[in-house]
Each structure stands twice: as C-alpha cells, then as structure tokens.
Antibody, heavy 119, light 111 residues
Framework: EVQLVESGGGLVKPGGSLRLSCAAS????????MSWVRQAPGKGLEWIGR??????????DYAAPVEGRFTISRDDSKNTLFLQMNSLKTDDTAVYYC??????????WGQGTLVTVSS | DVVMTQSPLSLPVTLGQPASISCRSS???????????LSWFHQRPGQSPRRLIY???SRDSGVPDRFSGSGSGTDFTLKISRVEAEDVGVYYC????????FGQGTKLEIK
C-alpha cells in the first residue's frame, strides 16, 4: 500500500524553526518527485514547493511566500522527505501535507501535520 | 503566476442529481510536451485531499465513473453524473503545467 506519513509538526514562536519529515512506503521513492502542500485553518490548498528525483539533480522549486525561508530535501536511503522551515511567521500556521507527484500533480497525500506559529 | 478561478464557490445539489464545477486558468495549461496538466481533487471534512482526475480527463484508480473531467486550453469542467452523499466536501482544480496552483475550492453540499 502506498503511504506517506508526516511528522514533526507542533507549536513554534514567530521567528523560530521547525523540521518536518515524511516517511514514504509502498512505491519507488527514489524515482518520485515529491511536494509539500499546506492548508491554513479554514482555507484552501497552497503548494509550497517540490523536489525532483536524483536523475533531475534533486532540484527544488518553491512558491514565492516561502522562498528563501523553507528548504526541501530528501534522503533516498531512508525513503524520507524533509521540509526545513526557518524564520517562521504566524501566516505559516497550517496543516502541512507531503505528496508524491505524478502525471502533473499530487497523486498521493499524507495525513498532514499541524504547524502552529504563535507567541 | 498562473491563477486558477473556480465557479461556483458553493454548490447545493439534490441527491441523485448532476453537478458541474468550472475552472478557468489565467493562461494556457498546454505544456511543452503536449500534455495539459489539469487535476481535480476532493477533500472531505477532516480528511486529506484525494485526486480524482489528472491530465484533464483521466480518472485515478478507484474513482467512480460518475466523475468526469473535460476541457482544454484555459477552460475545464468537473462533472458528477449523479451526486451521492459521500460526494460532499470541497473540490479543487489544480494546474501542474507551470509549477502547481490550486483553485479556491468549491464546497458541495446536499440540499
């Protein structure tokens, strides 16, 4: 069964940092392009970034609101995706979903992990 | 950036009746490889989104055939032939031709 399990969410103060993880199973992670999508409370979906596979140089792209503050990385030996979030703002409060992308979009989603940025 | 605009934003439907959601992009979604990367997602309350349709009209595995997608260029439509109770929730379109952008969402409820 294809599965994505996020972890690492929690409460953090503005200006702080947090690292999310996403454990993948049931598919060939090394070949997968992976994304992070977030959803603020009561709001819609917002794509925040994507990392390609090793054959594409593990290139990462980011949405404007997080560029320069967030970094996506992967450890193919552990089938794990990461999201390092620095300089967090209250607007970053959201459920963060890890997704496995194919055919031009997120085909599989994790259950999400809640990040709350508050003083 | 590509802007995705859905309508309506709220959709009350009687059980067994059809439903239709429109999605318009601010620029053509035809990618350089000739494909059009337009997807549809369904999110039930308290759950993660689930993709229903990819590349405009292809259904993901396990998606009932009452769901269909159509369109081209900048105008796309999701149709549900006969709405069932489990179809309630929010539907999002998403373009994947120029990174990813989601529409605002359409909330489907049963009348």
């Amino acid at each position: 069964e294809v599965q994505l399990v996020e972890s690492g969410g929690g409460l953090v103060k503005p200006g702080g940092s947090l690292r999310l993880s996403c454990a993948a199973s049931g598919f060939t992670f090394i070949n997968a392009w992976m994304s992070w999508v977030r959803q603020a409370p009561g709001k819609g979906l917002e794509w925040i970034g994507r990392i390609k596979d090793k054959t594409e140089g593990e290139t990462a792209d980011y949405a404007a609101p997080v560029e320069g503050r967030f970094t996506i990385s992967r450890d193919d030996s552990k089938n794990t995706l990461f999201l390092q979030m620095n300089s967090l703002k209250t607007d970053d409060t959201a459920v963060y979903y890890c997704t496995a992308d194919w055919a031009g979009g997120p085909g599989v989603w994790g259950q999400g992990t809640l990040v709350t940025v508050s003083s | 950036d590509v802007v995705m605009t859905q309508s309506p934003l709220s959709l009350p439907v009687t059980l067994g009746q059809p439903a239709s959601i429109s999605c318009r992009s601010s620029q053509s979604l035809v990618y350089s490889d000739g494909n059009t990367y337009l997807s549809w997602f369904h999110q039930r309350p308290g759950q993660s989104p689930r993709r229903l349709i990819y590349k405009v009209s292809s259904r993901d595995s396990g998606v009932p055939d009452r769901f269909s997608g159509s369109g081209s260029g900048t105008d796309f439509t999701l149709k549900i032939s006969r709405v069932e109770a489990e179809d309630v929730g929010v539907y999002y379109c998403m373009q994947g031709s120029h990174w990813f952008t989601f529409g605002q969402g359409t909330k489907l409820e049963i009348k």
